[in-house]
């Protein structure tokens, strides 16, 4: 597609509930991430993958956030038994790979309300 | 490891006047450096980056950064602001060999007429 495209825009969960936020990346790009941007503050790495692979998930802040990109195109971050705390923005990127200088291209983003 | 560090949180400049935006980074070995642009309800976008070679570099709508070794040091800058400029500005670092982007909290500039 022209673009990093994710949805849905906005997002408002009970607390307890489970989300699944989905992104779908620019066709061809072989990297994709995910970053969650609090208020105020700069994006914050989640996870990466090569494909399929998920080759770091060091960001992920707790075993309630889950990633996969199962055939190496569209991604979907889960999030299990929201928390208020999980209130932020979050971003999908996509390059074509996924180190060195190769600069990222960002989706809109889904913001996520937990209330 | 590897930082990003933005010491303005507010910029304010005026139209016509030349802008900078300053971001300094630490990283084990070599860097390689972007900004973006973040407007109301968009996504981030690319503006610009530094991989190697030339020390300026030129990017998207009339910006370019100079890439400071010494100082560890990739200031945005414009020789004359547009009020069209105004939005958030993010410096990002992502160290040889890592996968992920470090960003700066961010830096508002607001270009007045």
């Known amino acids: 597609g022209a673009g990093v495209s994710q949805s849905p825009r906005y997002k408002v969960a009970k607390r307890g509930q489970d989300v699944a936020l989905r992104c779908d990346p620019i066709s061809g790009h072989v990297s994709l991430f995910w970053y969650q941007q609090a208020l105020g503050q700069g994006p914050e790495f989640l996870t990466y993958f090569q494909n399929e692979a998920q080759l770091d998930k060091s960001g992920l802040p707790s075993d309630r956030f889950f990633a996969e990109r199962p055939e190496g195109s569209v991604s979907t971050l889960k999030i299990q038994r929201t928390q208020q705390e999980d209130s932020a923005v979050y971003l999908c990127?996509?390059?074509?790979?996924?180190?060195?200088?190769?600069?990222?291209?960002f989706g809109q983003g889904t913001r996520l309300t937990v209330v | 490891a590897q930082s990003v560090a933005q010491p303005e949180d507010q910029v304010n400049v005026a139209e016509g006047n030349p802008l900078t935006v300053k971001c300094t980074y630490s990283?084990?070995?070599?860097?390689?450096l972007f900004w973006y642009v973040q407007y109301p309800n968009r996504g981030l976008q690319f503006l610009l980056k530094?991989?190697?070679?030339?020390?300026l570099v030129k990017g998207s709508y009339g910006f370019e950064a100079e890439f400071n070794k010494s100082q560890t040091s990739f200031h945005l800058k414009k020789p004359s602001a547009l009020v069209s400029d105004s939005a958030l500005y993010f410096c990002a670092v992502r160290a040889e060999g890592f996968n992920d982007m470090r960003f700066g909290a961010g830096t508002r500039l607001t270009v007045k007429p």
């Open positions: 530094y991989i190697t070679g030339d020390n």
């Open positions: 990283v084990s070995g070599n860097p390689y």
């Open positions: 990127a996509s390059s074509y790979r996924g180190q060195g200088g190769t600069e990222a291209f």
